[in-house]
């Protein structure tokens, strides 16, 4: 059995649960953490409430000092699981490799990956593959909204170094 650091290294994302506000993360309004009886478990999640023409973004430390340490050529895998119900253009994940300009509308560096999230009633999981260039040191998961209208709730998210797609992993907690 792996040890909790151990457990640590594999888990990437600071604040992965948003256990008790949004720290480590950048979020314009649009972007709000919740919890709700009877949905993920009672949990907290993050909802994205859109409106035509919102391009919000939610990213992970936004500051070109920060983002999530990765080794260079290396495959990754993010996930995490979603509710979404959009009218129009539906929300949609980015891997860069540069931190947002500080108004949320571009990023230096290079996409590594990105996927627009589709309609799921219920909770379901998603998962987006990417592999780091030779020289790249960190990355910066941007969830972005596209103008569309609707709710798109984020919740259990993990990045890991994996070439395979996995389902949810609590490495903090390894009962969960």
């Not at 409106?51 to 990754?76: C, I, K, Q, R, W």
């Not at 994940?93 to 540069?98: A, L």
């Amino acid at each position: 059995m792996a040890s909790q650091e151990d457990r640590r290294g594999l888990q990437l994302i600071q604040n992965y649960k948003f256990e008790t506000d949004l720290a480590g993360w950048s979020a314009d309004p649009a972007y709000v953490r919740k919890t709700e009886a009877g949905f993920n478990g009672g949990d907290p999640f993050v909802e994205y409430n859109g409106v035509s023409g919102n391009f919000d973004n939610f990213t992970t430390s936004n500051d070109a000092d920060s983002g999530m340490l990765v080794e260079p050529s290396t495959t990754y895998t993010v996930s995490g699981t979603r509710t979404a119900n959009f009218t129009g253009n539906y929300p949609q994940v980015q891997i860069n490799t540069g931190a947002d300009d500080g108004a949320g509308h571009a990023f230096p560096g290079t996409t590594l990956g990105s996927m627009r999230f589709t309609a799921a009633a219920a909770e379901a999981r998603w998962s987006l593959q990417f592999t780091t260039g030779a020289d790249t040191k960190r990355v910066w998961i941007r969830f972005q909204g596209l103008g569309g209208v609707g709710r798109l709730r984020l919740m259990e998210l993990n990045l890991t170094k994996d070439a395979a797609v996995q389902p949810y992993r609590d490495y903090f907690n390894p009962g969960n």
